[in-house]
C-alpha cells in the first residue's frame, strides 16, 4: 500500500516535481479557494496516482502560500465546471496553473511555498490519461 502524499515545495524544482503529480487531477472550478489575508490559494482536486501499481485516484489538497493576488482566464459560466491541471509553472512572479479547456489561473507569489497533501483513501478508476 502507497502513503499518502504529503509535499512541501520550496524552490523552482519542486513546482516540476508538484507539476507532475498533479497533471491530469480533475479539479471542480467551485472547490477553489482565495483568502487574501490569509494569503492562500487552496484547491481541492482528485489526483491521479501515477505512483500506484493500479490506476486510482485520491482526493487531495493543494496550497500555494504567500499569494499576493489572484488572476483567472477562459472562466467558463458554470462554477460546476470541471477542467484537468495540465502543468505549474512560473512566469515572473506569477505561479500559473494551465488547465484544460483554456482555463488558467495565476497566482502571484511571494515566495514558492506550494503544499500537496492528499486525503483519505484512493480508488479505482477505469478513466487512465492519455497524452497520446
Known amino acids: ?13 519542486d ?3 508538484v507539476s507532475a503529480l498533479l497533471q491530469d487531477a480533475t479539479l471542480r472550478l467551485a472547490d477553489i479557494g482565495y483568502d487574501r489575508k490569509a494569503r492562500r490559494l487552496a484547491c481541492l482536486v482528485n489526483r491521479y496516482r501515477r505512483e500506484a501499481d493500479a490506476p486510482s ?12 493576488a489572484v488572476q483567472r482566464a477562459g472562466w467558463p ?3 460546476g465546471a470541471v477542467t484537468a491541471i495540465l502543468s505549474l509553472a512560473m512566469d515572473g512572479d506569477w505561479l500559473v496553473i494551465t488547465c484544460g479547456g483554456g482555463i488558467a489561473i495565476r497566482a502571484r507569489i511571494e515566495v514558492i511555498e506550494l503544499v500537496l497533501e492528499d486525503m483519505g483513501e484512493a ?3 477505469t478513466r487512465v490519461p492519455d497524452h497520446g
Do not use: S
Open 15 to 17: 513546482i516540476e516535481t
Open 57 to 68: 485516484r485520491i482526493r487531495c489538497a493543494f496550497r500555494i502560500e504567500t499569494v499576493d
Open 123 to 125: 480508488w479505482a478508476t
Open 77 to 79: 459560466n458554470d462554477p
Open 1 to 13: 500500500m502507497i502513503k499518502p502524499l504529503a509535499l512541501l515545495g520550496q524552490t523552482p524544482g
